[in-house]
């Protein structure tokens, strides 16, 4: 059984930096897509970023593309998202999540079949 363990959120200021981690255990990662997911108080889920787990290629949603930078490194078995510049609208609980073999829907929370606990990032401004 895969499990996800996040760490990193925090309370920072506008214009800061987080890293987020998620630490992944169970099966291979190598062979798992990730992807990071955020949810705002009365809103819905939304996607981040995604790494694909053949290549590596990188996906970003409109919001974050330029300021956030998702990575992975196989050997220690954890995936990362990079946050610069951070505004008061990135303000939410954030997950990680993967999925096997995932190389298209990387998008939906609903492809994905395992996710970790969140972490919460507060951005005040």
């Known amino acids: 059984q895969v499990a996800l363990v996040e760490s990193g959120g925090g309370f920072v200021q506008t214009g800061d930096s987080l890293r987020l981690s998620c630490e992944f255990s169970g099966r291979t990662f190598s062979t798992y897509t990730m992807g990071w997911f955020r949810q705002a108080p009365e809103k819905e889920r939304e996607f981040v970023a995604a790494?694909?787990?053949?290549?590596?290629?990188?996906y970003y949603a409109d919001s974050v593309k330029g300021r956030f930078t998702i990575s992975r490194d196989n050997a220690k078995n954890t995936g990362y998202l990079q946050m610069n510049s951070l505004k008061p609208e990135d303000t939410a609980v954030y997950y990680c999540?993967?999925?096997?073999?995932?190389?298209?829907?990387?998008?939906?929370?609903?492809?994905?079949?395992?996710w970790g606990q969140g972490t919460q990032v507060t951005v005040s401004s």
């Open positions: 790494i694909i787990w053949k290549g590596e290629t990188t």
């Open positions: 999540a993967t999925v096997r073999f995932l190389t298209v829907g990387w998008e939906y929370p609903e492809k994905y079949d395992f």
